[in-house]
């Protein structure tokens, strides 16, 4: 760790380019909705959750049994709605994307 004049330690900031990198990554994000009518069991959303987290390009699923939903973050760049309700389908759970 370098000493400043002050006695104080020396604090790097960050080259502005990784600013806006992150910045970009968190702009390409989607979030999309999808309807899962096929879930009756308090385990049936464990399995979908997997599934869909289990799609490449994908960092984030919230499943909610109540309303038979999915809400799944995931990079564009990388994946489809597309794909991840063929994900949930394979697992033995047809899912439809809103909108």
């Known amino acids: 760790m370098a000493i400043g004049v002050s006695g ?3 604090i790097a900031s960050a080259p502005s380019s990784v600013l806006v990198s ?3 990554a968190a702009e390409a994000e989607r979030t999309a909705t999808f309807d899962v009518p096929g879930m ?3 385990l049936c959303p ?3 959750k997997k599934a869909m987290e289990g799609v ?3 960092s984030q699923v919230e499943v909610d ?3 038979r939903t999915a809400i799944v973050v995931f990079d564009p760049s990388v994946t489809s709605v597309e794909a ?3 994900a949930s389908a ?3 759970y047809p899912a439809a994307a809103r909108g």
Do not use: R, S, Y
């Open 84 to 86: 991840i309700a063929a």
């Open 40 to 42: 009756t069991c308090a």
């Open 8 to 10: 104080l330690p020396l």
């Open 56 to 58: 490449e390009g994908v």
């Open 90 to 92: 394979n697992a033995g």
């Open 22 to 24: 992150a910045a970009q």
């Open 46 to 48: 464990v399995t979908v």
């Open 65 to 67: 049994f109540d309303t």
